[in-house]
């Protein structure tokens, strides 16, 4: 197996630019939300230059209902705006509009190393009781398919969920490793950023499960297209234990449901576990699950409602997208170009 290069430098100041996205498979969970979506926003409002991509190219790693993909990469796009996305001071768009990701993904696929694709979890736990040999080539890629989407800006920060550290460290890998095969500082080393109380926001069936699009359960997530009686109704239903709640997060440890409900609630409202705790110590779920409920439908509902909104429009939608995808092109064009002289590809325009 190759080992992954260990030496991690910084080659020179990047400009500060944070590039994140998220797969159209499907309707966007309260996960994507806590995880990814509010953070999004958070960043965007910090005034830093932010990138977003529906990452309509890893979600086909996966078949895809073709017309199901357009309308959940519309009902994505409506997502993030209804979130707070501007995407006049944000940059939105669909991943396939812009060749870049994929032209250099390849280039990427070329640095990696098989030693490095066999370590990853993702893909193991996405073949996980299933004939692995039969998982599409591109399932098996994603991860070089993400370090390009990513490398392609020189973006140096990547809000995800606590599910993509690893494919982040790959990133890492990745570019280091350009670098030194090229003799280049071209490359940023990219900072994870996998911040808040719901890194990973766990299925109300089963809270040793991450809480995903793509479970066949639908009593296992929280959709954003949920009505506030089939929030109301999930969180009710939510795998829960006896016990009442404990006055301690350390308590918590071994009752992973419990720990997911109070972390959704923590991040929900913007007080710390410890805080919730203060307030529910002795409650029993009868008591916390209605007081959650409630929260939810406040803070989901408005969003919801923006989505329904934008999503009467899929026209004004798709020029939002392609507006975004033309601003996403004018940056990675001269990087890809430039990738393209270093490994020595003759391309017209180049001397
Ligand atoms: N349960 C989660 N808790 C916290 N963050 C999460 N994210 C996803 N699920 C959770 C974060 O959302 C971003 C986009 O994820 P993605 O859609 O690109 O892929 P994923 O991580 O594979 O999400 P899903 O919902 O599980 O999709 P499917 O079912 O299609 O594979 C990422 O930042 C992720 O960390």
New binding site residues.
């Given amino acids: 197996m190759t080992p992954a290069p260990s030496a991690v430098q910084t080659p020179k100041p990047f400009k500060p630019r944070i590039f994140?996205?998220?797969?159209p498979?499907?309707g966007l969970?309260l996960?994507?939300y806590?995880?990814?979506l509010k953070r999004f926003v958070e960043k965007q409002d910090e005034g830093i230059e932010t990138i977003y991509c529906l990452?309509d190219m890893?979600?086909i790693t996966?078949w895809q209902d073709p017309e199901k993909l357009r309308q959940q990469t519309r009902e994505g796009a409506a997502a993030f705006i209804a979130a707070g996305i501007d995407p006049a001071r944000s940059i939105l768009f669909n991943q396939s509009q812009v060749s870049a990701h994929a032209e250099l993904g390849w280039i990427f696929n070329c640095v990696a190393r098989l030693g490095w694709m066999n370590r990853m979890t993702?893909f193991k736990d996405?073949t996980a009781g299933k004939n692995a040999e039969a998982a599409s080539l591109g399932l098996y890629a994603y991860p070089s398919l993400m370090a390009a989407d990513i490398l392609t800006y020189h973006a140096t920060m990547v809000?995800?969920?606590?599910?993509?550290k690893q494919h982040l460290e790959l990133c890492r890998d990745i570019a280091i490793k350009f670098n030194n095969d090229y003799g280049v500082d071209f490359f940023p080393v990219v900072e994870p950023l996998i911040e808040g109380a719901?890194?990973?926001?766990?299925s109300l069936r089963d809270g040793t499960k991450?809480?995903?699009?793509?479970?066949p359960s639908d009593q296992s997530r929280i959709n954003l297209t949920d009505s506030a009686d089939q929030i109301a109704a999930k969180i009710r239903k939510a795998k829960t234990d006896p016990e009442p709640l404990p006055d301690t997060a350390e308590a918590l440890k071994d009752r992973p449901e419990a720990k997911n409900l109070v972390n959704i609630y923590s991040a929900l409202s913007g007080q710390t576990v410890a805080a919730v705790l203060v307030e529910f110590a002795g409650a029993q779920f009868g008591t916390f699950k209605p007081r959650l409920a409630d929260l939810a439908v406040a803070k989901l509902g408005p969003i919801t409602d923006a989505m329904n909104r934008l999503m009467t429009d899929p026209a004004e939608i798709d020029r939002t997208l392609g507006k975004g995808a033309a601003r996403a092109e004018a940056l990675a064009r001269p990087i890809l170009n430039k990738t393209k002289d270093i490994v020595g590809m003759i391309r017209s325009g180049s001397e």
């Fill in positions: 994140s996205g998220i797969q498979s499907g969970t996960g994507n806590l995880g990814a990452v890893h979600a996966v993702q996405k809000p995800v969920g606590d599910d993509q719901a890194t990973r926001v766990m991450k809480m995903s699009k793509s479970d």
